[in-house]
């Protein structure tokens, strides 16, 4: 029978939270959640909703610029749909309306990151889950000369914004995004500031309470503006080990900065890979334009970058007092790169040349491959907000 693609009515919108709930074993509850911000897309056979999946419009960081985002979520197949490839379309469907509307990015996660890849998202950097005991906390971390209150306040949401400018992919939180936070998780956040100074550190947690005895203690965000704060908001949840045995820091949460390991007296830390989020890059002059660009780099690269039909064109990258701007040329590329391989570069996964090239990016001058990675890599890839 003929397959169509939609957006959600109120009807469709309600058959694909039970379609989801089945497809995934539980309920979704940001398929509620979110329906006031999310755009919705469904595939339809016969009347039945079979597939469908989230859509957000939201800025995310990049360089320190903010850049329009399509991100998905919430996306799944109904079981007896699988096999022909229709989370590929459905995909396609559910960027549509983002790009009209001007996302020229796109961010997903997902654990089939093959079929990812097919449609050109990578993964610019590894996520992972901590955990640590209580106790190690504790004797590992002071924070005596910091005040703890609890709430969030305007002058804490500010901090946490400019803090996320500081990486490559935090998403530059909407008016409704911590509300929407604070209710599906319960969450309870304090604030640390120094003795008559501002806000420094932001932390948001939530419990779930052991059937015998004590409570599971899970950190959701955890935004300290230098290393006192840091530490002092780890020694916080050492404080935690009357009730709580350990701490876990759920996937991205904790930031890959070295605190964690350069403070633990005994290094029994666990972590727990999860997968990744992916990015691609939708509309690349656009996606250049809007990035922010180191301030002291001037230069000019010339690109071959793979385009939408396989074949590769000629581009020429050049950066100039924190901007930067890309175009056609007929100079030949110096450096190529492919799809997923310019979403990885665009986000700063690529450190160094060594790790450009293990990743596959082919260069016949290493020159252009040191300024093109020294370009991106001035912020690192971290993206603790999920959808």
């Not at 996306?75 to 960027?95: F, K, T």
């Amino acid at each position: 029978m003929n397959l169509t693609f939609a957006p959600a009515d109120d009807g469709l919108w309600e058959q694909y939270d039970q379609l989801a709930t089945r497809a995934y074993g539980h309920p979704i509850g940001d398929i509620t959640h979110l329906r006031e911000h999310a755009d919705l897309r469904v595939a339809v056979r016969a009347g039945r909703v079979v597939a469908g999946g989230l859509g957000l419009l939201v800025d995310q960081f990049f360089g320190g610029a903010t850049v329009p985002s399509a991100c998905l979520g919430d996306g799944c197949v109904a079981p007896e749909e699988r096999g022909d490839h229709l989370g590929a379309q459905m995909a396609a469907e559910r960027l549509h309306p983002l790009i009209e509307r001007g996302a020229v990015i796109s961010t997903i996660v997902t654990s089939s990151t093959g079929y990812a890849r097919r449609l050109g998202f990578e993964a610019p950097t590894g996520v992972f889950a901590w955990e640590v005991a209580t106790d190690d906390l504790k004797r590992s971390f002071t924070g005596e000369n910091f005040e703890v209150e609890h709430g969030l306040t305007d002058e804490a949401e500010a901090l946490q914004r400019d803090l996320a400018r500081q990486w490559n992919g935090p998403v530059g939180r909407p008016a409704w995004w911590t509300q929407w936070k604070q209710d599906k998780s319960n969450l309870t956040t304090y604030r640390f500031a120094p003795p008559g100074h501002p806000t420094a550190g932001l932390l948001s947690l939530t419990t779930k309470r052991h059937e015998r005895h004590g409570m599971s203690l899970v950190v959701h965000d955890f935004w300290a503006a230098n290393q006192p704060t840091a530490a002092a908001m780890l020694s916080f949840l050492g404080r935690h080990n009357t009730r709580a045995r350990t701490v876990a820091f759920r996937r991205g949460a904790l930031p890959p900065y070295p605190t964690l390991l350069h403070g633990l007296r005994h290094h029994r830390a666990t972590a727990d890979a999860w997968h990744p989020w992916m990015l691609r890059i939708l509309d690349i002059p656009e996606a250049i334009r809007l990035r922010g660009w180191p301030t002291d780099l001037t230069t000019a690269v010339p690109m071959k970058i793979e385009n939408q039909s396989g074949g590769w064109s000629q581009w020429m990258l050049q950066v100039k007092e924190g901007a930067a701007e890309i175009v056609p040329t007929h100079v030949e590329g110096q450096v190529a790169l492919t799809r997923r391989q310019l979403a990885v570069w665009y986000a700063g996964g690529y450190w160094s040349t060594t790790s450009a090239r293990m990743a596959g990016v082919h260069a016949v001058s290493e020159k252009a491959l040191a300024a093109l990675v020294r370009s991106t890599a001035q912020f690192e890839p971290w993206l603790p907000d999920h959808f």
